[in-house]
């Protein structure tokens, strides 16, 4: 059994311009220690599935279905204040994107760390201890307990961002673009910490980054996602080296090569509205396969045992 399960996971929010439908049935699963990655381009809908699994959507939801499981436990039904107390920064933790400009620059380091640990009634010393722990987990030292976030570099502010997403113990950390606002040496730093905490903590993860090469890094599976729909999902194998899907090989093919002389390509056209969604396959418009099933809703077909495709391209394989 799954650690982690999402199944058919529906985000739409009203809008002034009509219903923006940023998820329309993502499903997926995470194992114990695994990474599982999420890939896409900027408005794929990748931040409002982070948001979604956390059940920290903004007000202007205005459908949201699906169903999460935790360990075998239903946590989509549970009341607000019972999922709060439970699982949010519990069980399932987050870091966000942006999230080391988010310290409160007022507040010493230690004491947002241990603030979570407080409300729980945890003993000072005990969330203070808790907390120097977590700083050198992360590779920083006891002492940042007392800085201000204006003493930190970028790195250390992420390190410790990374902290208070530890503090409580998860067993899920989600993962928003966590190295996006980092300079390339900072960056490295970052996805050894992390590849370090899986290895060490048998850690489960969700990756979300729309820079699929730097996913390949950590995460053991990959799941891709466009205009609000999970298109293709493998393990990473699979995925970077076998890709069904005229999307992800699309995403592959825009990624720079250390060695070869092919050049990067761009994908053609814009991702559809997700006011005015199509109907059939999202990416028709900008796919060189495209054929008449295309305009017609596209179930997901499985090409092996462990990579699932959302394409007519291989309608044929399951009839």
């Known amino acids: 059994m799954a650690l982690f399960e999402a199944r058919d996971i529906q985000i739409h929010y009203q809008t002034s311009k009509g219903i ?3 998820l329309n049935g993502i499903s997926f699963d995470v194992d114990k220690g695994e990474a599982f990655g999420i890939v896409g381009e900027s408005g794929s809908g990748k931040t409002s599935l982070a948001l979604g699994l956390l059940r920290l959507l903004p007000r202007n939801v205005e459908h949201y279905a699906g169903s999460l499981g ?3 436990e239903d946590i989509m039904n549970l009341p607000e204040n019972e999922f709060r107390m439970k699982i949010r920064w519990k069980k399932i933790s987050m870091v966000f994107q942006g999230a080391m400009n988010s310290l409160n620059p007022v507040m010493r380091v230690g004491n947002q760390i241990t603030e979570p640990l407080r409300e729980g009634k945890v003993p000072k ?7 120097v722990r977590m700083l050198e987990l992360v590779g920083l030292s006891g002492d940042i307990f007392a800085r201000y976030p204006h003493e930190l570099s970028g790195g ?3 390190r410790v961002v990374i902290a208070m997403a530890l503090v409580q113990d998860p067993q899920l950390i ?16 970052i996805m050894n910490l992390l590849k370090r905490l899986k290895w060490e903590k048998k850690l489960s993860m969700i990756f979300i980054t729309h820079d699929i090469a730097l996913a390949s890094d950590i995460c053991d599976r990959l799941g891709v996602i466009y205009a ?6 493998g393990s990473l194998e699979d995925v970077l080296q076998r890709p069904k899907h005229p999307y992800t090989q699309a995403l592959l093919a825009s990624t720079p090569r250390l060695h070869g002389e092919t050049k990067p390509s761009f994908i053609p056209g814009i991702p559809p509205s997700l006011i005015a969604m199509p109907d059939g396959c999202k990416f028709r418009e900008r796919c060189p396969y495209a054929f008449e099933p295309c305009d017609k809703t596209v ?7 462990n990579q ?3 394409c007519w391209l291989y309608g044929d394989i399951h009839g």
């Open 125 to 131: 010393k005990d969330a203070h201890d808790r907390a």
């Open 70 to 72: 935790l360990g075998g």
């Open 299 to 305: 179930p997901v077909f499985a090409t092996s045992k």
């Open 228 to 233: 609000g729909e999970m298109v293709e999902t």
């Open 20 to 22: 923006v439908h940023a």
């Open 174 to 189: 989600i993962l928003d673009e966590p190295t996006s606002a980092l300079d390339v040496s900072i960056q490295a730093q």
């Open 308 to 310: 699932k495709v959302q």
């Open 156 to 158: 250390m502010k992420q």
